[in-house]
């Protein structure tokens, strides 16, 4: 960063800080005020140690469709959700369980936040040029197996991820998407024919965080009308819930701690069809749930029965999830 610039957005890094003992890459941005330089850092987990697929908090028909994703030779895979949701963790869980010794595995990346032994990870670098389009070129003409790009922003990057997806590439990117079925919507709106989203498209992720409460501060209670509604279970026989209390270690929230709920869709050849067909995103959820999606919302509800978390973290992902995009709204109707 430019120390002595203090008039335009910046980003950027410290390697390896000690923070409690331990050493942990610190991520920095800073944005001018009116009241000067606001600056945020962000703390990075150990860039050595990657959380196994099967510890992100994926349910058992779950990880067996990401089993069944990864075991694809080509193709495109998406990691869709909303800023802070932890997509970059589930891809870098996924792409440290591709990394064998005979796989080519090439990453373009702004920035790079961890280090994969064996990969070849570049950082783009719009100062000089180097921007996720030339790279991701450069890269197909060096024969990888797996190619993971950290987000897919442009509808240039989409053309050229979705054009390696076919050519006999894996590829592996994350994209800003409400849920699975939305993301084939932002692909047709970044110019993507429904036609080439068939043919490359093999699956989509999508994900949440929500607070799991206090392991030592927490009370159970039975669960009221309206909450029983909320989970779908019958009031006559109330299920019992937990909620946190609040205290100083925990931060007077009662929460400590994420866990991510997922939602994972298969292109099976009947969704290969309808996307071919056109139809829009709520028509493809709908067809999905009807063959066995189980939805943000339905883990969410299997989390606050399982006593992980709370139905006011459910009630918030609910919400989240009936905030549409313009696009989607014109779709419904």
């Known amino acids: 960063m430019d120390i002595t610039d203090r008039r335009l957005p910046q980003d950027g890094h410290i390697s390896a800080a000690q923070l409690a003992g331990l050493p942990r890459d610190v991520r920095v941005g800073s944005s001018p005020t009116i009241h000067g330089e606001r600056l945020v850092l962000r703390l990075m987990p150990d860039a050595?140690?990657?959380?196994?697929?099967?510890?992100?908090?994926?349910?058992?028909?779950?990880?067996?469709?990401?089993?069944?994703?990864?075991?694809?030779?080509?193709?495109?895979?998406?990691?869709?959700?909303?800023?802070?949701?932890?997509k970059t963790t589930t891809v870098y869980s996924l792409l440290s369980r591709l990394n064998q010794p005979d796989r080519s595995i090439v990453t373009t990346e702004d920035p790079v936040e961890r280090r994969i032994a064996g990969a070849n990870q570049i950082q783009v670098d719009p100062k000089t040029g180097l921007l996720f389009t030339n790279a991701l070129r450069g890269v197909l003409r060096?024969?990888?197996?797996?190619?993971?790009?950290?987000?897919?922003?442009?509808?240039?990057?989409?053309?050229?991820?979705?054009?390696?997806?076919?050519?006999?590439?894996?590829?592996l990117s994350t994209l800003h998407a409400n849920n699975t079925a939305s993301a084939i919507d932002v692909l047709r709106n970044f110019g993507i024919s429904s036609m080439t989203i068939a043919n490359c498209l093999r699956?989509?992720?999508?994900?949440?965080?929500?607070?799991?409460?206090?392991?030592?501060?927490?009370?159970?209670?039975?669960?009221?009308?309206?909450?029983?509604?909320?989970?779908g279970v019958p009031p006559e026989t109330p299920p019992q819930l937990i909620r946190g209390i609040p205290t100083e270690l925990n931060f007077y929230t009662g929460f400590r701690g994420r866990t991510a709920v997922f939602e994972t869709m298969l292109i099976t050849s009947s969704l290969r069809n309808a996307i071919n067909e056109g139809l829009p995103a709520y028509?493809?959820?709908?067809?999905?749930?009807?063959?066995?999606?189980?939805?943000?919302?339905?883990?969410?509800?299997?989390?606050?029965?399982?006593?992980?978390?709370?139905?006011?973290e459910l009630r918030r992902l609910i919400h989240d999830m009936s905030v549409q995009t313009p696009q989607q709204t014109n779709a419904n109707a």
């Open 48 to 86: 050595t140690e990657f959380v196994a697929p099967e510890s992100l908090g994926f349910t058992a028909e779950q990880i067996n469709d990401v089993h069944s994703l990864l075991g694809a030779p080509h193709g495109l895979l998406l990691v869709v959700g909303p800023v802070g949701a932890g």
């Open 142 to 171: 060096q024969d990888p197996n797996i190619i993971s790009i950290g987000e897919i922003r442009d509808a240039e990057t989409a053309q050229i991820a979705c054009r390696a997806a076919t050519t006999g590439v894996l590829v």
């Open 203 to 231: 699956g989509v992720i999508a994900q949440r965080l929500v607070r799991t409460v206090a392991a030592d501060s927490r009370e159970e209670y039975a669960a009221s009308p309206e909450e029983c509604c909320s989970l």
């Open 283 to 312: 028509r493809l959820r709908e067809q999905a749930i009807t063959q066995g999606l189980t939805t943000l919302e339905a883990s969410a509800r299997t989390l606050v029965l399982e006593k992980r978390t709370a139905v006011s």
